[in-house]
């Protein structure tokens, strides 16, 4: 069971780039990290996700190093409305973890003006 | 893109009464998931189901029971709902093959009284 470990929460400025980093040591071969975002009242919603190195969308980009046992979410220049809790998941590709994925407290970004 | 509906934003109910929460998807989607979330907790899996008529037991299945007669719908049932059981409950789908994007829907607050 591939848990993860992330901050509690974080704070920043708009117009900062913001890195949240997501520990996963117990992470398996097949399993992918993927990124979800939640606003209060509304249930999360898929930023990003990745297997190694990086991985870059409109949103946000993903870096994993080589061993895998982390992966940090980079959110460039963030506004007040990047303000929410951030959680960080690990799965495999075969279905084989769907009863196991484990969404943990999140981390909750403030953006501050 | 994918739509996944949850039947009531908000519910009050006594304790005692049988409860049910639907939850529909429209993108022909084969897992779907319920979750409850609860303050400073994140989001615990209650039940899941791989296909119709499957069901799996999430970390949390006490006093919870799923019914998946069509591939579009998934219902939680509280057979006799309890204060502890007021939370935030929400639902997600996901095709199969595994872990890709979780479709999530805004959720049901619930409120036992």
């Known amino acids: 069971l591939a848990k993860t470990t992330q901050p509690v929460s974080m704070d920043s400025y708009e117009g900062q780039e913001v890195n949240i980093t997501c520990s996963h040591n117990?992470?398996?071969?097949?399993?992918?990290i993927t990124w979800y975002q939640q606003f209060p009242s509304q249930g999360p919603r898929f930023i990003i996700q990745?297997?190694?190195t990086k991985v870059t969308n409109e949103v946000a980009s993903l870096f994993i190093p080589a061993d895998r046992k982390s992966s940090t979410l980079s959110l460039p220049r963030v506004s007040l409305s990047d303000t929410a809790v951030y959680y960080c998941?690990?799965?495999?590709?075969?279905?084989?973890?769907?009863?196991?994925?484990?969404f943990g407290r999140g981390t909750q970004l403030t953006v501050w003006p | 893109d994918v739509k996944v509906t949850q039947s009531s934003r908000y519910l009050v109910k006594r304790t005692g009464e049988k409860v049910f929460l639907e939850c529909v998807q429209d993108?022909?989607?084969?897992?779907m998931f319920w979750y409850r979330q609860d303050p400073g907790l994140g989001l615990r899996l209650i039940y899941f189901?791989?296909?119709?008529?499957?069901?799996e037991k999430g970390d949390i299945p006490e006093g919870y029971s799923v019914s998946r007669e069509k591939k579009e719908r998934f219902s939680l049932i509280l057979e006799s709902a309890s204060t502890n059981q007021t939370s935030m409950y929400l639902c997600?789908?996901?095709?199969?093959?595994?872990?890709?994007?979780?479709?999530f829907g805004s959720g049901t607050q619930l409120s036992v009284l």
């Open positions: 997600a789908s996901t095709p199969a093959g595994g872990v890709e994007k979780l479709f």
């Open positions: 117990n992470i398996a071969t097949n399993d992918y």
């Open positions: 990745g297997y190694k």
């Open positions: 998941l690990v799965g495999d590709d075969r279905g084989s973890t769907l009863g196991r994925l484990y």
């Open positions: 993108m022909d989607h084969e897992n």
């Open positions: 189901s791989y296909d119709v008529k499957m069901k």
